[in-house]
């Protein structure tokens, strides 16, 4: 693995520690976009395979495109690519939605280098965001 197991767990839980801190009203989208951001980083392709292998994604999460290559699993491909689409990712009208009153509302990850495009919710964002993370430090327990 890229980092050991204690280390990636307690980044991980400071990483939700701030969040939880921090968020408010005024700065949600931002924290939690650096959050989840912060977060999808540090999960290699080991952390991928060995943490993750029995994640469940919520319902929802549905990306547009077949997006599995090179004998991954879904998860570990969906992972991958959305690690991706951060890595690239373009604070513009295409990649961040607003609402009629002008509020983020949705945001698509796009991997470019593949077909990979999924778009969620800010609260779906939010949702995935926490469940990943506490499957990271619940791994390590």
Known sequence: MMYDDKILSSCTARILEIYNKNKNKDNNF???LMS?????????KDVRRCIFYDFRFPDWFKPEKNYKINGET???????HM???LCH?????ENIIADDNNQISCVNFI?????FKCKMTVEQMKELFLLMA?????ANK
């Open 134 to 138: 506490n499957k990271v430090v619940s």
């Open 89 to 93: 990712f373009k604070l513009n009208g």
């Open 30 to 32: 931002t924290l939690l």
């Open 83 to 85: 690690r991706n689409s």
């Open 74 to 80: 879904e998860k570990e491909s969906a992972i991958r």
């Open 36 to 44: 989840f951001a912060g977060l999808v980083c540090l999960l290699d």
């Open 111 to 115: 991997d470019r280098e593949t077909n």
